[in-house]
């Protein structure tokens, strides 16, 4: 479990350090070939959060994708955004704000060792793998916009983001105790992730019931106890109506 959080950490070096190189002035004629090769990566870094922030229960208002920048159309500047209609919350935001670093990660090693290093494909396809694997490296790592969606989400309320951060250190010491005692190991670390999510929404959901216990018995009238209505145990008796009778003249 502790390995695939470190090849996350080379991922993400390696994207910083891929991309200030061949986005920079200095990288010559080699800045044209990596701007395209950036956009298809913004486009595959933008679909991510889409995708995660739906996983989240967070549905996009929308999703923007640009070659240039408004304010400087004559140079190439690709960038995108998805906006929310609501602002996720700190654990989402982090979920969401991860996600392209997550994802790029698995379909780098898939096209490393799937594709690229296998006798069964074409050099073609190989060509073609190899700009897409350099696209996912130069947008793996979170933006700057990512990371102050963090922030800003933390500071929207502060007391939920912590109570956030203990559920989910709980789950963590939870799920590290019971694969302890139990011995049990998941052949995929992604297991590990989803029995954290598990363990998180148990936790969740049983706190929310046991607030609203405590509220329904704090709110019990305990010196005016409610009268039981014997009406309500009684069935309605049944009175036939009066025959009609012709009146007389």
Known sequence: MIEEPLIFLGILFISLIISSLLLNDRAGVLKPIATRLFFIGVVFHELAHYIMSIVMGRVPKSINIYWRDERYPQYPNPRGSVKHK????????????????YLSTWLIFFLLFGVIFTPFYDPLIKTVATFVLLSLFLTA?????????????????????????LLISLSIMILWMILVFTEIIFFLDVFYYLAIAGIYLMLKFTFIGMRKLVVRIDSYNYRKPQKISSRKLTRKRYRPSKPWREEKL
Request: one cysteine or more; aromatic letters at 14%.
């Open 141 to 165: 790592a979170p933006s700057k916009w990512d990371l102050l969606a963090v922030i800003s989400s933390f500071k929207q309320d502060p007391k939920h983001s912590w109570y956030q951060v």
């Open 86 to 101: 609501e602002c996720p919350s700190f654990l989402q935001s982090i979920v969401i704000s991860f996600a392209p670093l």
